[in-house]
């Protein structure tokens, strides 16, 4: 493969493989080029070339996974590509590349790495399968089943594995953390399936990540470990608009009662093997797992995500809080002491010793420039520590890469501006370009926005809107989306249609999100009803998905901790946080929403949007310059003749 082709070689290379007689043509039937997407590959072939960042926002339909893909392989250069979830990273590995392979006759090695707990551990598994605690039936099924498969297996990718679902905990008794990794140590060190598939990373030219282990590997560079992946001369980022809220939580520190409860089993599973004479390890194991217990009871049954302040003001989570880091710091003390036994207790030492020094971190930070905050889940609970701002971190980590950045996604700008997400990320000298999506809404799609909505904070907001949809949901026969900005909003909006609809009701977190989408697809005039993961990454192409419903325009929360210490910190140095954060990231949210409903150019659908300020508040109006543009309208007899005829014109 050539190391480097000359920009004008190249530029011409790209422009014959995207046009009508090139590489793609044959091997897509019915391929036709776009202008968009042949811009885009130009753009991003001269920012590789010229060793520049670029912010490159495509809209839906351009087809800009090709766009970077095939300038970044021509280029010859090291290539990291960053997509936003697993499911995207296997589609672009498992279908778009075979493609671009197929298509092109210049050669490349390609490869794909995932966070570690992804990955097969067959020691962590050997283990389970001969461990004297036991398991329930149910589990005991399920990790036969992964052993049988752990023989068959080349990859050890626990996607492959479509016996036990993904979510299942049992995958914990079968895969590694870094909190429990043996390393170089482990006695099955040369059969490591995460091994092997950072080997191949290492040896590859387009390497395959997804911006959580980006992020990770990012989080712990300063510490020299972090070398996970390799050192790249082009860094993509797609879904980009993802990219902040991920690092903020990598750049941060966590310990959940799940990772001290995990200390705990994986030491009493380790006493039960070589440490029986150390009665005092499995009673402080033990106490460890009721002090957390007690602590999780003390923050009450409401799942929520709270302030430092509520844990400081309470006497009660204050006191279980310290009790259970006194027993964190017992159980360390006696696992020091069986550490020299074997290399598993050894594990669970260093384990230990680092939630300690994480907890006291938390615990003891009064620097001003962290936000401590808490979240309670049903049976487990998360103390974090998130920095107020990571601009600064994030420009000092590109500067450890001296790579091209290109940012790309569909949603970057608002109101074709992007300051919103160069601030965020401190991107001070990357170019920007934009290229519309190639879709007709004017005549493919249709906005309704109903006379007479009260406004989001009336209690009758959710009964009345839901009157509202019922004729829209008549008109396109179900076959919609309608999209939450709370859960309880949800809740409420499905027991009201249950009452005033026939059409089939999917609900989110009733089952599995792609078994949800499957039968959506299959029923042909369902109505589903989910929030945030729906309202992006999601797509349903053809009648299948013909009209999307949302209730609110997407402000996050103001309560959130996070998202209120950033905006105090921003009114404090005399910004100005409605407009530089909140309405950005509310635009930015609303553009994906609406991006389920236009997925190709045969699709048609209309759009409804609930909430009045839309209208009645000046800031409304950048919303509208934000959108597709598509025929407006507040009559509901435009909307049935969009289905009826097929027309948008009286």
Excluded at 110 to 120: D, F, Q, V
Excluded at 289 to 294: A, L, Q, R, S, Y
Excluded at 467 to 487: C, D, M, N, Y
Excluded at 633 to 639: A, H, L, P, Q
Aim: some cysteine; aromatic content about 8%.
């Amino acid at each position: 493969m050539e190391t480097k082709l000359a920009q004008g070689t190249q530029l011409t290379e790209l422009e014959k493989f995207f046009s009508i007689n090139g590489g793609l043509a044959d091997v897509i039937p019915g391929y036709q080029p776009r202008a968009a997407q042949i811009e885009m590959a130009e753009a991003i072939a001269y920012a590789i070339e010229a060793n520049q960042h670029l912010i490159a926002e495509a809209g839906t339909g351009t087809g800009k996974t090709f766009a970077y893909l095939v300038p970044a392989i021509l280029s010859g250069k090291k290539v990291i590509v960053s997509t936003g979830t697993k499911n995207l990273q296997d589609q672009l590995f498992n279908k778009d590349l075979p493609v671009i392979r197929k298509a092109m006759k210049t050669p490349f090695i390609a490869a794909l790495l995932k966070g570690r707990s992804n990955y097969l551990c067959t020691y962590r598994l050997k283990n389970a399968l001969t461990s004297t605690l036991g398991f329930s039936k149910e589990d005991a099924v399920a990790l036969a089943k992964i052993k049988s498969w752990s023989k068959r297996t080349h990859t050890g990718d626990t996607s492959e594995m479509s016996d036990v679902a993904e979510s299942d905990p049992v995958w914990y008794q079968a895969t590694s953390s870094l909190d429990n990794c043996l390393g170089q140590e482990c006695s099955d060190y040369t059969d490591c399936f995460l091994v092997k598939a950072r080997k191949k990373a290492q040896e590859s030219e387009i390497l395959v990540v997804n911006h959580h282990l980006l992020c990770a590997d990012w989080s712990i560079r300063d510490s020299g470990f972090g070398e996970l992946l390799p050192n790249a001369e082009v860094v993509i980022i797609d879904e980009a608009h993802q990219l902040a809220d991920t690092a903020s939580n990598f750049l941060g520190i966590s310990v959940s009662a799940k990772q001290l409860n995990d200390l705990a089993k994986d030491t009493l599973m380790e006493y039960f093997k070589d440490a029986t004479d150390l009665p005092a390890l499995r009673t402080a194991s033990e106490d460890l797992e009721h002090e957390v217990k007690d602590l999780r009871l003390a923050f009450g049954i409401e799942l929520k995500r709270g302030d430092w302040k509520d844990i400081e003001n309470n006497p009660k989570i204050a006191a279980n809080l310290t009790a259970v880091k006194d027993q964190l710091q017992r159980l360390t003390d006696q696992l020091e002491l069986a550490s020299v036994k074997t290399k598993g207790l050894d594990a669970c030492f260093k384990r230990a010793a680092e939630l300690l020094q994480q907890l006291q971190i938390i615990l003891e930070d009064n620097s001003g420039k962290w936000i401590r905050w808490y979240e309670t889940y049903k049976n487990t609970f998360t103390l974090s520590r998130t920095p107020l701002d990571i601009a600064a971190e994030f420009r000092s980590f590109m500067l450890q890469h001296q790579a091209a950045w290109i940012f790309t996604s569909a949603t970057l700008s608002v109101a074709n501006k992007f300051d919103h997400f160069a601030n965020n990320l401190g991107l001070s000298n990357a170019t920007s370009e934009s290229w519309g999506s190639p879709f007709d809404y004017a005549h493919q799609s249709l906005f309704y926005h109903p006379k007479g909505l009260p406004q989001p904070n009336d209690p009758e907001f959710i009964p009345t809107i839901v009157e509202f949809a019922i004729p829209v949901l008549q008109a396109s026969k179900g076959r919609a989306f309608f999209l939450f900005t709370s859960h309880r909003a949800l809740k409420q909006a499905a027991e009201l249609l249950e009452k005033k609809t026939d059409f089939p009701l999917l609900i989110q977190g009733s089952r599995p999100k792609a078994l949800l989408l499957e039968q959506f697809k299959a029923a042909g005039n369902a109505v589903l009803l989910g929030t945030s993961s729906f309202w992006e990454g999601v797509d349903v192409r053809g009648e299948a998905l013909s009209c999307v419903i949302i209730d609110k325009l997407p402000f996050a929360s103001p309560g959130d901790p996070v998202l209120k210490a950033r905006l105090e910190a921003m009114t404090q140095q005399g910004r100005n946080p409605f407009f530089e954060y909140q309405l950005p990231a509310a635009v930015i949210a609303l553009r994906q929403g609406i991006g389920r409903l236009i997925r190709d150019v045969t699709d048609r659908g209309v759009l409804m949007v609930c909430d009045p300020r839309l209208l009645k508040k000046a800031y409304g109006q950048i919303f509208l310059d934000s959108v597709p543009a598509m025929k407006r309208t507040r009559d509901i007899d435009e909307v049935r003749a969009f289905f009826q005829d097929g027309s948008l014109e009286k």
